[in-house]
């Protein structure tokens, strides 16, 4: 039988798609796997691509604070395994083009394609517009001399998201035990596009 496979950085990113692929039914027809980082998932790519079952190939990869240097990374990977397919830049919509292997390959960089970020500049988009706590995190943190200040400017977003998510009803539940219990909003118009591309790669 074919096979279809994400591949994603953590167990983060593999228990947020989990949580969305429920939440809009999206059909279990991939399977998805975890890697340790950014680069054990890029160096497994190449092992990926010879097996002989696959059929589609998608990554799900943080751009963190360079989009064009992670895609350059990405994009010398697979021209070393002769794959010159994509694209100078990232598509907006999330990029997916067919290998000369005839693999679809896909990849989505988070958060959208287009900005800087990670995981949890995506996960930001389902915090309801009209939370009241959400701000008042932001304040706190704004507060915290940047000498006192333990975590990288970077990770602003993970700090951000993770303090909100520990005053909760169930204070700190992991990202995707918080879309399952409504924390964040999986059916927030920014999710869309991601949704878009997920079936569109590795579904229809």
Not at 33 to 54: C, F, H, M, T, Y
Not at 177 to 200: G, N, S
Request: proline content about 8%; overall charge negative; glycine content about 6%.
């Amino acid at each position: 039988m074919a096979r279809r496979l994400l591949l994603v950085e953590d167990s983060d990113d593999r228990h947020v798609v989990y949580a969305l692929r429920q939440a809009h039914t999206v059909p279990e027809v991939f399977e998805i796997q975890q890697r340790d980082g950014v680069e054990d998932l890029l160096s497994s790519i190449p092992q990926e691509l010879k097996a002989s079952d696959l059929e589609c190939l998608a990554i799900v990869l943080d751009a963190d604070e360079d989009l064009e240097k992670r895609w350059r990374q990405l994009r010398g990977q697979l021209d070393r395994e002769g794959h010159r397919n994509l694209p100078d830049a990232p598509r907006a919509e999330g990029t997916i083009v067919d290998l000369s292997t005839g693999v679809r390959f896909g990849v989505w960089l988070m958060p959208d394609n287009r900005l800087q970020g990670m995981l949890e500049d995506f996960v930001r988009f389902m915090v309801r517009p009209d939370d009241p706590l959400w701000p008042r995190v932001e304040h706190f943190l704004q507060g915290i001399p940047e000498s006192e200040r333990r975590f990288k400017p970077a990770h602003w977003p993970k700090a951000h998201v993770h303090t909100w998510l520990g005053i909760q009803e169930e204070p700190g539940k992991p990202l995707g035990q918080a879309i399952t219990a409504r924390y964040l909003d999986p059916h927030c118009p920014h999710v869309e596009p991601f949704l878009k591309w997920l079936r569109a790669a590795l579904v229809d």
